[in-house]
C-alpha cells in the first residue's frame, strides 16, 4: 500500500507546495462542515459516500484522517504552505475539537472526583488515566501494577452506579464487621457490682440505698463504652442509603460525601469503600442478595 507523503490540498511543482484546488475545496468544506456542528465520523462518511478519493485509489474516509486534517495547522498557511484556510476558522475548529474531549480539554467534575477516590488496589496509588487509548479512556496504575484490565470511564461508572444501587437496596451490607464494638468492663465496674450483689443477698437493705449504688454503676458502665463515632456513621450512612430513590446517574454530592475511595482489583472488578470503612464490591455474592 502506497501512502501519500505529500499533504492532502497540495502539489509540490519545483519544490515548492501550491494548492490544489481540487483538493482544497474539500478541506473547506471539512472545516466549515465541522464548524458548523457536523461530526468527525459523519464527514468521514459523507465524503466516502461521495467517492471523494483521497490519494491514487483510496476514497475511504476515516474518523481519525478528518481529525488530523482539522489538527494540522498547515491548512492556515504555515511551514511554507501557502492557505488553504483562514486563521479564524483553524481555531475554531480545533476549538470544538478540545471542547468535545481533545486531551487539553478539563475533565468533567465527575470524573475528577472519580479519579481522586479511585485507587490501585495493589499498591493504593491513585489510578492513571488516559484520554485516548484507540478509541476511548484507559484507566492505569502508576506503578506499573499490572491493573490494567481495558477499564474506560463508562465501565467504571457504570460499575459503581451499579455498587451504589445495591447499596441502596441492601444498605446492612454497610455494617461492619467489627459492630458492635465490645464493652469491656473496667475494674472499678466490676468491684461496684460485685459490691451489689453482695448487698442484694443481705436481707433488710433499704431500696433507696441500692438503687443509689445500681445507678452509680450504670454511670461508670456508661463511661467506659468507647465513643465510637464509625457505628454512628454507619447508621446515619444506611439511613441515607435507605431514602433514597434508584440511582440513575452518577451524583456528585452522594459520592463525594458517603465514598472514601475506589479501588481497582486485578480482575478488573472494584471495591468501593465509604467513609465508614465499609468495603463493598460489585460482585453480589448469594447471601449479601438473600
Ligand atoms: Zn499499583
Known sequence: MSLRTILYGYEVKNGKYLVLEIEAKVVRDIFADYIGGKSLKAIAAELTEQGVIYYLDKSVWTKNLISRIIANPKYAGTDGYPAIISQTDFELAN???SDMGGTQTELPEITTLIKSKLVCSCCSQNMGRRNKWRSREKWLCPSGC??????GDREIFSVLLHTLNRVRRNPEILRLNTDPVEYSPSMEVIRQNKEIERVKEQTGVEFGVLSKMILKCVEQKYECCPLDRSRAMTEALMKKYRNLPIITELDIVLIRETVQKIAVNKDGTLTVT???HAEVT?????????
Do not use: C, G
Open 95 to 97: 476549538k470544538r475539537k
Open 146 to 151: 499490572k491493573v490494567d484490565m481495558y477499564l
Open 274 to 276: 465509604f467513609i465508614n
Open 282 to 290: 460489585n460482585i453480589e455474592t448469594e447471601e449479601q442478595t438473600a
